[in-house]
């Protein structure tokens, strides 16, 4: 219970987004995908950031 919520305060991301992600990897590609949850939705994050940033200044 505290794991998911020091890591989704490092990577700003809310405590059962990541309690979900590592269950749905985990059932999809076990132990390995439970492993590479966090890191994938903290590269996932700031590639959203970068795209909504980035069509943000394209608008304007």
């Known amino acids: 219970?505290?794991?998911p919520?020091?890591?989704g305060k490092a990577i700003k991301v809310h405590p059962v987004f990541i309690m979900v992600?590592?269950?749905l990897f985990g059932h999809l590609f076990g132990i390995t995908g439970m492993l590479f949850a966090v890191p994938t939705v903290a590269v996932?994050?700031?590639?959203l950031i970068h795209l909504l940033d980035k069509s943000n200044t394209l608008h304007e």
């Open 1 to 3: 219970m505290i794991y």
């Open 21 to 23: 992600t590592i269950l």
């Open 5 to 7: 919520k020091v890591v």
């Open 44 to 47: 996932g994050r700031v590639w």
